[in-house]
């Protein structure tokens, strides 16, 4: 019974003192780790392959501590159990979860990995992309060529003076001016007679406005309109107003009252079949008494618009020429092209503003 507590506590000493060796190996462990991934993480550029080898190498150093440990202690256990019946069993190996391995896995863990190359070809791809993406983001939203910005101006006026109805000729009602489709014959008409200057004035012919139109004239149109207001030349509103009654007068004619009291039928573009003929494809007209003839078919089509609209022009403006009234045409017609380049071409001709 006393051999055997002698035994018995010969066996615990050589374990505390096992027990101790691999505490302190642990904790130069600890130190080493510690060291090793301060080093690694000013390190970032170092290849994974290298990362492996240090990793591996470390545990191998930890295990063969552990084994060196478990020798002695083994063979400390053999010689103090010579007397005994039969040899003291070796402790089991320690698992895999033992306290030098989560210490080499949680440094592992925290230690900041090295952004890979695989990563840099990805950023460098998404970069490049982002790249091509902004420079075809410049080219689809690059501005191109537009009208000139005062061509929205007058835009916004159009609308105004196009409020009032005594805009459409009397009795036919026409009202191509401010047609939805067709009210860019007013802008058009100001943009090649003024340079959209509703101060423009013409010191040899008199016209003035907007629509340059000889004060006369457009008094006497004004009063057609009902304006509830002295008419004002320089007045853009004003200016249009009298354009688009002029303009529908010129293609839908009108019926005045002659100084004797009775009707007077002045006859427009669409009174002639000939006319009619060139706008809509027929010449057939329509006649009433007291009214102008008219032609039977609406003027829808893009070139039969284009073909009236250049013989209005040349009746708003007495003495232009048949090239005058052929880029009215075309500015009507690519009203919504402005990038065409016949546009372009006779944008650069545009008269300078007089005043």
Same mark, same amino acid.
């Given at each position: 019974?006393i051999t055997?507590n002698k035994? $018995?506590?010969n %066996?615990? @000493?050589?374990?505390?003192?096992? $027990?101790?060796?691999?505490e302190?190996k642990v904790?130069?462990?600890?130190?080493?780790?510690?060291? +090793?991934?301060?080093s690694?993480t000013?390190?970032l550029?170092?290849?994974p392959?290298?990362?492996?080898r240090?990793?591996?190498?470390?545990?191998?150093?930890?295990?063969?501590?552990?084994?060196d440990?478990r020798?002695s202690?083994t063979?400390?256990?053999?010689?103090?159990?010579?007397?005994?019946?039969?040899?003291? #069993?070796?402790?089991?190996?320690?698992?895999? =979860?033992?306290?030098?391995?989560?210490?080499i896995?949680r440094?592992?863990?925290?230690?900041r990995?090295?952004?890979?190359?695989?990563?840099?070809? /990805?950023a460098?791809?998404?970069?490049?992309g982002?790249v091509v993406?902004?420079?075809?983001?410049? $080219?689809v939203?690059?501005?191109?060529?537009? +009208?000139?910005?005062?061509v929205?101006?007058?835009?916004?006026e159009?609308? =105004?003076?196009?409020? &009032? #109805? &005594?805009?459409?000729?009397?009795p036919?009602?026409v009202?191509?001016?401010?047609?939805?489709?067709t009210?860019?014959?007013?802008w058009? $008409?100001?943009?090649?007679t003024?340079?959209?200057?509703?101060?423009?004035?013409d010191?040899? !012919?008199?016209?003035?406005g907007?629509? #340059?139109? !000889?004060?006369?004239?457009?008094?006497? /149109?004004? +009063?057609s309109?009902?304006?509830?207001?002295?008419?004002?030349p %320089?007045s853009?509103? @004003?200016s249009l107003?009298?354009?688009?009654?002029a303009?529908?007068?010129?293609?839908?004619?009108?019926?005045l009252?002659?100084?004797?009291?009775?009707?007077?039928?002045?006859p427009g573009?669409e009174?002639?079949p000939?006319n009619c003929?060139?706008?809509?494809?027929?010449? =057939?007209?329509i006649s009433?008494?007291g009214?102008?003839?008219?032609?039977a078919?609406?003027? =829808?089509?893009p070139q039969?618009?284009?073909?009236l609209?250049? @013989?209005?022009?040349?009746r708003w403006?007495?003495g232009?020429? #048949?090239?005058a009234?052929?880029?009215a045409?075309?500015l %009507?017609?690519?009203?919504?092209h402005p990038?065409?380049?016949?546009?372009?071409?006779?944008?650069k001709?545009?008269p300078?503003s007089?005043?």
């Amino acid at each position: 019974m006393i051999t055997t507590n002698k035994e $018995f506590e010969n %066996f615990i @000493d050589s374990d505390d003192d096992w $027990f101790s060796d691999i505490e302190t190996k642990v904790l130069d462990l600890e130190n080493e780790i510690s060291e +090793w991934r301060e080093s690694r993480t000013r390190e970032l550029a170092e290849s994974p392959p290298r990362r492996e080898r240090e990793m591996l190498r470390a545990r191998g150093n930890s295990e063969r501590g552990r084994n060196d440990g478990r020798t002695s202690a083994t063979r400390r256990r053999a010689g103090s159990g010579a007397g005994h019946a039969g040899p003291i #069993p070796e402790r089991q190996p320690r698992r895999s =979860t033992d306290r030098t391995q989560v210490l080499i896995d949680r440094g592992r863990r925290t230690a900041r990995r090295p952004r890979s190359r695989r990563g840099y070809k /990805i950023a460098i791809g998404m970069t490049a992309g982002l790249v091509v993406l902004a420079i075809g983001a410049m $080219f689809v939203l690059r501005k191109g060529p537009s +009208w000139p910005p005062s061509v929205a101006t007058v835009q916004s006026e159009i609308t =105004t003076a196009c409020q &009032n #109805p &005594n805009v459409a000729s009397e009795p036919s009602q026409v009202n191509f001016a401010c047609g939805q489709d067709t009210s860019q014959i007013l802008w058009v $008409f100001s943009l090649l007679t003024s340079n959209d200057n509703p101060g423009y004035a013409d010191a040899k !012919t008199g016209r003035k406005g907007l629509e #340059p139109i !000889t004060p006369a004239q457009g008094g006497q /149109i004004a +009063w057609s309109l009902n304006l509830h207001h002295p008419y004002d030349p %320089f007045s853009p509103v @004003d200016s249009l107003e009298v354009a688009a009654r002029a303009i529908n007068n010129i293609i839908g004619g009108a019926t005045l009252t002659g100084t004797n009291g009775k009707p007077t039928v002045q006859p427009g573009l669409e009174s002639q079949p000939e006319n009619c003929a060139r706008y809509t494809g027929s010449p =057939t007209i329509i006649s009433r008494a007291g009214f102008p003839s008219r032609c039977a078919t609406p003027v =829808t089509s893009p070139q039969g618009q284009a073909a009236l609209v250049a @013989d209005v022009y040349q009746r708003w403006m007495p003495g232009a020429t #048949p090239v005058a009234a052929q880029n009215a045409s075309v500015l %009507f017609e690519n009203a919504g092209h402005p990038g065409n380049p016949q546009v372009q071409a006779i944008l650069k001709t545009l008269p300078s503003s007089g005043g």
